[in-house]
């Protein structure tokens, strides 16, 4: 090579043959050029000599340079071996006129047929003549199993370096998709995903899909000959790799790749890490060397090794020249850098091979379709088969070109076909369903296929226009085809004649008269006349024989003739009686005029809108019907008149319009139709491609396609026929049978090719084992492979030597899958090897494992994965060759499917869905229904972890979505996911897809329950969807009231207050349910009219009370004229109108109506006005004399007596009582109104106490001292009845303390009480743990029914220690079944639990248990819980499980701690259940909504709707700063909300000065009454000077009234019962007394002013008998005063000014305080504290309900509690020691009137039962009181000592601890010092706690123990007791603070919050304390 001589190789011509001499010469040659390369250490060096060669790095060394010269100088040989190859294969030109690849010529070498065909058959041979015993085949078996292994652990070991370097290169070039730092990533393709499944371990099973692509291309099966002379070879069709259709490619890689891997994602990555210690070992000097590299010489490297291998390759993969030509030279490959046309080149130079035409080059040039005169229908079949992408753009989306194609008949399924496009149905329908057009044109007739398409999408639509217009029903119906699409129409009503009343410019030119030249009339005007002035045209034209004939000369108006015909024996209706009457089908349908003849369309009209009566005089009358069907067009008649059943079953069940969509038909259904309807059946179902597709996915419709055969009136014979449309099929050009091995058929030319060529089919079919294989494996044509073995069983006269299988047989190869399929007559040889070698093949996979070692096996997978990925990328460039995807589709998908069974690990889980989502979804594309392998995938789908599928769902494909959503639909209701999977699901399916594809929506339905408010409001715009509307009306009734609101306000957004003020008067009927839940700023704007239109909607949905009173008043405010009839609708919305517009009806007959309507309101609870309730029910005179009311009467009028009051009830009888007993015992009446019930029935003896069950509600009135009289038995059975009316207001409950306490001690005092828990459980909570105790032993007896009951915690604890002794076993066994008792468990068993089992599923389960108790769990368990569960890593993940009891109980300083994820967790906690937030203290809740807040990043900027609405119950809780930044416009449209959340005084300020920002509602002199309805109880937020400029005339009683409603409304719900203390309820109540004094004229007095006005009882009751004045409450007359009496004593802000006043006009009406009933002293509450101790002590305290009365008021002074003892004692008569634990309870407060030793005198027993009650309250006792009731509680018979009390007892003696002596309370323990309550707490005398408390103990305390420290205590504590008291307010904290501003240790940054907390803490606790 030195010298420069070139070595020459001459290479023989074709022509000479092959001279082997010749390549031995070149061998030799090649030799020596190799010889210099040989020497030591040059093949270890060569990996990096190539890379650095590669890189283009000129310092490579001198080995660098030596491979360099040696490459060039071999480079030229090389390809002139390759290229003389090449030639010797040299084939003639192929069909097409190209000539194959020397690869190619390879493969297909068998078409040469004779001597391999020999060699086949020899092979054949000597396989069946191997044969003798068992045992020989046996060793014969063993031996080839022997080989077999060698070879391949053979093959293992050779393949194992190449296939490292093969696959290295693959990784390279093949970049994997990963998830990025936003977890998002890419979408792979199929060759990414294989290769990631190398790299993750992901087993591919590809071994048979390997050997399928080498049989079928090794021994294609139609490529050999026939076994016999018998058999026919079949048609001859080019198949295999290159059909003639195959798209034009390049043969030339592209080798500017610049996305390369990088090298870490690569197998170089492991062997660098290793050192090469690894499998893949030999690389190790290539990966160093492609370590040292940058990117770019990466990049380059892998450039320059592209070129070289393209070169290589190119002679192999290269078109063959003609071989008549000569020898041609490939040009070389050059990189393009470096490409320049030589100088003086040519074209003829070389002859460039010519490619295959693609079919689109071909024939389907859409291009030129236009032009074309004729246009071949199978062409345009074959076009939209095979190129259905183009096909879809070019074709379906050319408006022009469709027209042109449906011209013809046989292109009708065009518009099913274009539906189903890519593009879906939306274009064709818009182009083609065009009715104005149809009714235009009516010459034109409407095709059976178009009119299927707009019935199918467009059916709402066009059901209405047919129903409705008689002309469309007219023109359709001229084409019986059409009858079966015709809809039903019964229930919609009979059609107007025309569309619409004509104008006078419609009618202009339809005169008549002028129409002289018959040749001037056109088709258009004809249609318009026919449309508008159907019976003048009939009259005028129609009957003019001379001018219609002159008309039809004009052959464009042939359709006219039949048209006039119809007309003609039709009733028309003059024009001015079709718009002004109904349309009368009597006219039309007069069926005893049937008996002659009848035109069709009038049989068709009449059939579709009068069923029953067509039934009755056509179906049932044989003359008639036998008349009819002489006509052909009326053979319909057959199906629809069969017999009674038929006509019912057939609609119900043949729903044939559903079987045009993917969905499985049960074949019994099926059947059913065919036998009941065989007509509609076989014209319907067997003439419909996407039918018969459909109904063939269920393999147990198989039968069908014989059916269809049999009745469709189809030869099958194989000279062609037509189809169900009238297509001529040709199966010469259709039935490719050749080419579906590679490109099977879809179901729809399966079925065609079977009916109309079966002989063919059979023959072509049933031999091919392989394609039987291919169809049997998707459910749609499994059906093929049986109907092929019936076939053959069939035919086949006797026994059929089978090759294939005495083959499998013989050698014992198990495979009973091909047999089926394998013995088929006139097998090919090839068929035969096939099936041999995929049986042999099945067989060595089964025993693989016996057979090789793990890292063989792993080897051969690898190496077999790695070849179909070589595959693959060669597919990608030379074009679909082998049809790998195809055949890959199925192995893959299992393989997915697989590993997602056998990963536990959701993260790789995760990248498959998200990463490969699209490929996995074309795997799934195959088959319309969700079954097998693509069931478990969709599966996956809802197994994602909650974090993962929200980037999963957005990077699924929009066909993978659509199969999540039909599996969801499917099993949604055993479908186990929570509701917040559901919810996020449905949110990104909202956001994501739904954007895209609306046509998603009505697939969403079934989720849009779990829709988040949020998604809904961001919709795409779908309003104007008639669909996608009726779809959201039709499940609004299943979604919560937010998300109702949500969609209201989506829908608002193209619904403006002009659009509603323009809109019809039936806008409301016409939207639907939606536009009940339109905003109130939206809603507002409908007129009285539209309202009363659409009454019936909106009644049916659930309206706010604003909209209620909206509608309501605009209503009967606006008409004057409403009828009876129109307050019926109004219902109960009558009751929220003005009382002044109901009155005016006072004299018609609606009045009785209104009434009722009062009545009803009364009876659900409705609040009204009293002038409402006063004028219309109570100013009666019949109600002047109670006695005279009848049964009956007082029956009705049963709602009103609590309102009557106590002087019209004591004027009743009781007999009266009695008689309407019944209906009183449901009534709540106040308790002193059903004390004077219940002694009026006793006193008469008209009830006796073993009765008391049926009382009802009137049990509150029943003396304690009646309870006690009555036995057991008696009790027991009126328990229930006693207990279950115990709701209501506070003067309303029912059963007080006292009489609780007296029924449950009564009963717990015997011993079968444990019997009797069901009946005593209502009143477990009122039972003393005293009376409990001695039974535990007995409850842990029973435990499985204890364990069921409700008891309270003291109780539970109680019981659950009595089990721990007596059964531990039981507890540490059995924890999770304790039950109810869970809420006792100790924190050392919770320990133990824990420490046994700490494992995140166990402390789930313990979690959740916990959770389930029925009450609130008691501190210290929730303490103990967070202490134990901190320790805990995985303690952040809990949280949600930890529930938001729990959750909340943790410190402030541990909560802000928490990440965002964690934080955002607990929001979305206490958003959904916002109960135990609003029980925090106040300083708790805004310091954890501070921390909150400041996670979410909410201190700048706007405070948007979406983080309001996030916060939920907490958003006002938000520093000022904040909440003042709140969206106004939010606010507008929010009101409603807004008035329902919880609002310190400061905050309330804020609202004020919002709500009085002029974009909100405008200036306060502007409001009206629908502004006050808006604002609500949020008036009483506004200043007063603010409030005295709105306009004094809205501000009238009722008003009023409404806004005092509203507000109790508040305070008596969830929200408003926790929310305000005791200084926000008084801030509320002096606001409330400011507007009604104000406005009702008591604070404006000057001359003008009007006179006060004195109150009724009634509206004392809507307002509140505090916001009077004195002077009006005395003025009211003696029966109100009487009346709302018990009211003033209970209402809490009575001043003592006002109670004087009331106390004085007391005593003139009943007398001195000596003379006072008892149920005079019940009612007077607290105003009895304006009395004197003398005269408490005058007080004839002699009962319980008087007793307690007086007990139940806490404000008494000392001597006032003297006093009150001593008349206890004094009116009993009964000493201390004689007084039982009701009487004690009773005493309440009144306690700590007793002195000293007259407590010490306490009986010990029933004192200690009373303590459930005392101890609850704050008592005002002297220290020494205190010690002296503690003294009782400590005796034997009682708790026993002090030391022994646990926590249980301290529980239930609850703030009676405060007095334990100072030496048990220094020695209390921690178990004691949990049970006692923050109440307790906060009652020890200051130096009591400094001196008993040490540090330690102060420690011990709970979260609330500590904050519940007074400030007065606080400074009687040492420095260290107050540091010990920090580090329980702030647990885990290096620095302690004080929550009481003495500390500066914590730094709140970002929030101001906590700079002025420090000063206002104190006050807080303060005033929470003495609430």
């Known amino acids: 090579m030195s010298d420069g001589k070139t070595r020459s190789f001459s290479v023989p011509s074709a022509e000479e043959g092959i001279n082997f001499n010749a390549y031995y010469s070149i061998l030799g040659k090649l030799y020596g050029l190799f010889q210099p390369l040989m020497k030591q250490g040059f093949i270890s060096n060569l990996p990096k000599t190539l890379v650095c060669i590669l890189s283009g790095r000129q310092d490579c060394g001198p080995q660098a340079e030596l491979v360099k010269t040696v490459s060039l100088e071999l480079g030229q040989p090389l390809l002139t071996f390759l290229l003389s190859l090449r030639s010797q294969t040299c084939t003639p030109p192929t069909t097409d006129g190209e000539s194959s690849s020397f690869f190619w010529t390879y493969l297909r070498m068998g078409d ?328 235009d044109q009516p010459g034109v007739t409407v095709q059976p296929a178009l009119l299927e398409l707009c019935m199918t999408f467009d059916s709402p639509k066009l059901t209405k226009l047919i129903c409705e217009h008689t002309g469309l029903l007219m023109l359709l119906m001229s084409n019986p085809d059409n009858w079966r699409f015709m809809p039903n129409c019964t229930t919609l009503g009979p059609p107007t004649p025309f569309p619409g009343p004509p104008g006078p410019s419609q009618l202009e030119s339809c005169r008549y008269s002028e129409w002289r030249d018959a040749t001037l009339i056109t088709t258009d005007l004809l249609s318009k006349c026919i449309r508008f002035d159907q019976s003048s045209f009939t009259r005028e034209v129609c009957s003019n024989t001379t001018f219609l004939h002159s008309l039809l000369l004009n052959k464009d108006h042939a359709w006219l003739e039949m048209h006039c015909n119809t007309s003609l024996k039709l009733p028309t209706p003059e024009p001015s009686q079709a718009f002004s009457q109904a349309f009368s089908l009597a006219a039309w349908c007069n069926y005893s005029m049937w008996g002659e003849q009848v035109d069709e369309s009038v049989v068709g009209l009449c059939w579709q809108h009068d069923q029953d009566a067509f039934r009755e005089n056509v179906c049932c009358k044989a003359p008639v019907l036998e008349k009819l069907l002489e006509h052909p067009h009326n053979q319909w008649l057959t199906s629809v008149c069969s017999n009674a059943e038929e006509i019912t079953v057939t609609p119900q069940l043949c729903r044939y319009s559903e079987w045009t969509r993917p969905i499985i038909v049960d074949m019994t259904e099926l059947a059913l139709c065919a036998e009941l309807d065989p007509l509609n059946f076989t014209s319907i179902v067997c003439s419909h491609d996407t039918i018969i597709q459909n109904l063939l996915a269920n393999q147990d419709n198989v039968w069908l396609t014989q059916h269809c055969a049999n009745h469709s009136g189809i030869s099958p014979d194989a000279g062609g026929g037509h189809d169900g449309d009238g297509t001529v099929v040709d199966p010469a050009e259709q039935c490719h049978y050749s080419s579906w091995s590679i490109s099977p058929p879809d179901v729809a030319l399966l079925t065609l090719c079977w009916e109309h060529d079966q002989a063919n089919f059979v023959s072509s079919i049933c031999p091919n084992s392989g394609l039987l294989l291919v169809l049997s494996r998707e459910p749609s044509s499994a059906w093929v492979s049986s109907m092929c073995t019936t076939y053959t069983n069939s035919t086949t006269p006797g026994p059929v030597s089978c090759v294939s299988k005495n083959v499998m047989e013989q050698f014992g190869w198990i495979c009973p899958t091909y047999f089926a399929s394998a013995c088929k007559p006139c097998a090919t040889q090839n068929m035969v090897l096939q099936m041999i070698a995929r049986c042999w093949v099945e067989n060595l996979r089964s025993r693989a494992e016996d057979m090789l070692t793990a890292p063989v096996a792993a080897m051969l997978d690898r190496a077999v994965s790695t070849t179909v990925l070589v595959v693959l990328t060669v597919e990608d460039v030379q074009g679909s060759l082998w049809h790998v995807k195809d055949t890959v589709r199925q192995s893959v998908l299992k393989s997915v499917v697989d590993f997602f069974e056998r990963e536990k ?586 921390k909150i807040v400041q996670r979410m990043g909410m201190y700048t900027g706007l405070f948007t709707e979406e983080e309001f609405r996030s916060l939920g119950i907490m958003a006002p809780f938000v520093v000022d700063e904040v909440f003042i930044q709140v969206d106004r416009g939010f606010f507008s449209k929010n009101l409603e909300f807004l008035k329902e959340l919880c609002y310190s005084s400061r905050k309330m300020e804020i609202m004020a000065r919002i709500l009085l920002d002029p974009a909100v509602l405008g200036p306060v002199e502007t409001w009206n009454q629908t502004t006050l309805s808006q604002v609500g109880r949020l008036l009483f937020f506004l200043p007063v000077d603010i409030l005295q400029q709105i306009p004094m005339e809205l501000m009238s009683v009722g008003r009023i009234e409404k806004l005092f409603m509203s507000h109790r409304e508040w305070e008596r719900g969830d929200v408003g019962a926790l929310c305000a203390d005791g200084n926000d309820r008084k801030t509320a109540f002096e606001k409330q007394q400011y507007v009604l004094q104000f406005f009702l004229g008591f604070l404006r007095m000057y001359p003008q002013s009007p006179t006060p006005m004195v109150p009724t009882c009634e509206v004392l009751q809507t307002t509140s008998p505090s916001a009077w004045t004195s002077n009006s409450l005395t003025s009211m007359s003696p029966s109100a005063f009487s009346n709302c009496l018990e009211l003033m004593g209970h209402d809490p802000f009575l001043a003592s000014y006002q109670r004087s006043a009331v106390l004085s006009r007391v005593k003139k009406m009943y007398g001195p305080v000596s003379s ?256």
């Not at 019981?1359 to 924890?1375: D, G, R, S, V, Y």
Request: aromatic fraction near 6%; charge should be negative.
């Open 112 to 439: 040469t047929g004779t001597p391999l065909s020999g060699f086949q058959q020899t092979f054949i041979d000597m396989l069946l003549s191997v044969s003798g015993s068992e045992s020989v085949m046996g060793t014969v078996r063993g031996l080839l199993d022997t080989a077999v292994t060698h070879l391949l652990k053979v093959m293992a070991k050779v393949l194992q370096v190449p296939m490292d370097y093969v696959r290295l290169a693959l990784q390279f070039g093949i970049k994997v998709p990963s998830l990025d730092e936003e977890q998002t990533c890419v979408q792979g393709d199929l060759k990414q995903l294989i290769m990631w499944g190398i790299k993750h371990n992901l087993t591919w099973s590809l071994n048979m899909a390997l050997v399928d692509i080498v049989l079928e291309n090794v021994l294609p099966s139609e490529q050999s000959s026939y076994p016999g002379p018998e058999c026919q070879s079949p048609p001859s069709f080019r198949s295999g790799p290159e059909p003639a259709a195959s798209s034009h490619t390049s043969h030339q890689f592209s080798c500017d790749h610049r996305d390369l891997a990088p090298l870490n994602d690569t197998l170089c990555a492991e062997i660098l890490a290793s050192g090469g210690s690894g499998s893949a070992a030999s690389l190790l000097p290539l990966c160093r060397a492609l370590g040292s590299l940058s990117l770019t010489q990466l990049q380059q490297v892998w450039r320059n090794a592209c070129y070289l291998l393209q070169a290589l390759a190119a002679p192999l993969v290269a078109r063959s020249p003609d071989c008549s030509v000569g020898d041609t030279w490939p040009p070389p490959v050059i990189p393009p850098e470096h490409q320049s046309p030589p100088a003086g080149s040519t074209s003829e130079h070389h002859r460039v091979s010519r490619e295959a035409w693609s079919l689109r080059q071909l024939a389907c040039d859409y291009s030129s379709w236009l032009q074309s005169s004729e246009l071949d229908a199978g062409l345009v079949s074959l076009c939209s088969d095979n190129d259905r992408l183009e096909f879809g753009r070019r074709v379906c989306n050319n408006s022009t070109l469709m027209r042109r194609l449906l011209s013809e008949q046989s292109n009708s399924w065009l518009y099913g076909y274009c539906a189903n496009s890519s593009a879906g149905p939306e274009p064709v329908v818009d182009q083609f369903c065009r009715y104005e057009q149809w009714l």
């Open 905 to 1490: 690990n959701p993260e790789p889980k995760r990248v498959l869905l998200q990463c490969f989502g699209t490929v996995l979804s074309s795997l799934l594309q195959t088959t319309r229904e969700v079954t097998g392998d693509e069931l478990l995938l969709i599966k996956e789908y809802y197994s994602l972890p909650l974090s993962s599928l929200r980037p999963v769902l957005a990077a699924a494909h929009i066909s993978t979505v659509r199969l999540i959503l039909q599996y969801y639909s499917r099993i949604k209701n055993t479908l186990q996911v929570s509701d917040q999977y559901l919810s996020t699901m449905v949110s990104v399916l909202l956001q994501t897809h739904l954007a895209v594809d609306d046509k998603l929506f009505p697939e969403l339905a079934p989720l849009l329950v779990a829709a988040r408010p949020a998604d809904i409001q961001s919709l795409p715009s779908l309003q104007s969807n008639v669909n996608a509307r009726e779809t959201i009306n039709r499940n609004l009734n299943g979604m919560s009231l937010d998300q109702r609101e949500a969609f209201g306000l989506w829908y608002s957004k193209v619904l403006s207050p002009s659009n509603i003020t323009r809109g019809h008067q039936s806008l409301i009927r016409d939207t639907g349910n939606l536009i009940a839940y339109l905003p109130f700023q939206s809603f507002q704007h409908l007129s009285p009219a539209q309202l009363l239109d659409g009454l019936d909607l909106l009644q049916r949905n659930t309206l706010p009370s604003l909209k209620q009173e909206f509608v309501a008043c605009s209503i009967i405010g606006t008409h004057k004229n409403l009828t009876a009839q129109d307050f019926i609708r109004l219902g109960n919305l009558s009751c929220l109108a003005d009382p002044a517009d109901l009155l005016a009806y006072r004299n018609s007959e609606a009045f009785g109506v209104i009434q009722d309507s009062a009545m009803n309101c009364m009876r659900s609870g409705l609040s009204m006005p009293s002038q409402l309730v006063s004028s219309l029910l109570l100013n009666s005179s019949e109600l002047q004399v109670p006695s005279s009311l009848s049964a009956d009467r007082l029956t009705e009028l049963a709602p009103l007596l609590p309102s009557l009051g106590i002087t019209f009830l004591q004027g009743l009888t009781a007999s009266q009582l009695h008689a309407v007993l019944p209906a009183l015992s449901s009534i709540s009446f106040t308790s002193e109104q059903a004390s004077i019930i219940v002694e009026k029935l006793f006193s008469s003896n008209t009830l006796v106490p073993a009765q008391l069950q049926e009382l009802g509600s009137l049990i509150v009135g029943v003396k304690t001292e009646t309870l006690l009289s009555l036995t057991s038995d008696i009790l027991l059975s009126s328990l229930r009845g006693i207990t279950q009316y115990t709701e209501g207001p506070p003067y309303r409950r029912g059963l007080c303390p006292p009489v609780a306490i007296a029924i449950t001690t009564k009963l717990w005092g015997f011993p079968e009480v444990v019997n009797w828990l069901n009946d005593v459980e209502p009143l477990l909570s009122c039972t003393p743990l005293l009376s409990v105790l001695p039974r535990t032993r007995l409850l842990v007896d029973k435990l499985s029914n204890t364990s069921t009951k409700q008891w309270n915690t003291q109780q539970a604890i109680a019981i659950f220690k009595k089990l721990l002794e007596a059964n531990p076993n039981q507890i540490q066994q059995h924890f999770l079944n304790l039950g109810t008792l869970g809420q006792g468990v100790t924190c050392k068993v919770l320990q133990e639990h824990f420490r046994a089992d700490p494992s995140p599923s166990s402390v789930r389960k313990i979690l959740a248990f916990l959770r389930q108790q029925p009450g609130l769990l008691h501190t210290s368990l929730k303490k103990c819980l967070v202490e134990e569960l901190y320790q805990f890593e995985f303690f952040p993940e809990l949280l949600g499980d930890l529930g938001v009891e729990i959750a909340l109980s943790m410190p402030v300083s541990t909560i802000k701690k928490f990440s965002a994820d964690v934080m955002d967790t607990l929001r979305g906690m206490i958003v959904e259940d916002p109960r135990h937030f609003l029980m925090l203290s106040r300083t708790k809740q805004e310091l954890l909504v501070d």
């Open 1716 to 1971: 006072f009933s008892q149920s005079l002293i019940a009612q007077l509450g607290r105003i009895a504290t304006e009395l004197s101790p003398e005269e408490l002590s005058a007080l004839p305290l002699t009962e319980r309900r008087s007793i307690g009365a007086m007990g139940a008021v806490s404000t008494w002074s000392n001597r006032q509690l003297a006093a009150l003892f001593t008349s206890v004692l004094n009116s009993t008569k009964q000493n201390p020691s004689q007084l039982d634990s009701s009487t004690l309870v009773a005493l309440g407060y009144i306690v700590c009137g007793a002195k000293t030793t007259e407590i010490m005198s306490f009986n010990n027993v029933e004192f200690s039962k009373a303590v459930l009650w005392l101890g609850q309250l704050r008592l005002s006792c002297s220290e020494e009181q205190l010690l002296a009731l503690v003294g009782l509680l400590s005796h034997s018979l009682a708790f026993g000592p002090m030391s022994s009390w646990g926590t249980d007892v301290f529980a239930e003696v609850g703030v009676l601890a405060a007095g334990l002596p100072d030496m048990a309370m220094s020695a209390l323990v921690k178990e004691q010092i949990e049970g006692i309550t923050p109440m307790a707490i906060s009652m020890i005398p200051p130096e009591k706690l400094a001196v008993t408390f040490h540090q330690r103990q102060i420690n011990m305390f709970s979260y609330e123990q500590a904050a519940a420290v007074t400030q007065q205590q606080l400074l009687a504590l040492s420095d260290v007791q107050r540091t010990a008291l920090a580090m329980v307010l702030t647990p885990w904290e290096n620095r302690p603070v004080d929550f009481r501003g003495r500390s500066p240790g914590l730094m709140l940054s970002h929030s101001p919050l906590c700079l002025s907390l420090g000063l206002l803490i104190l006050l807080a606790i303060l005033s929470c304390s003495d609430t």
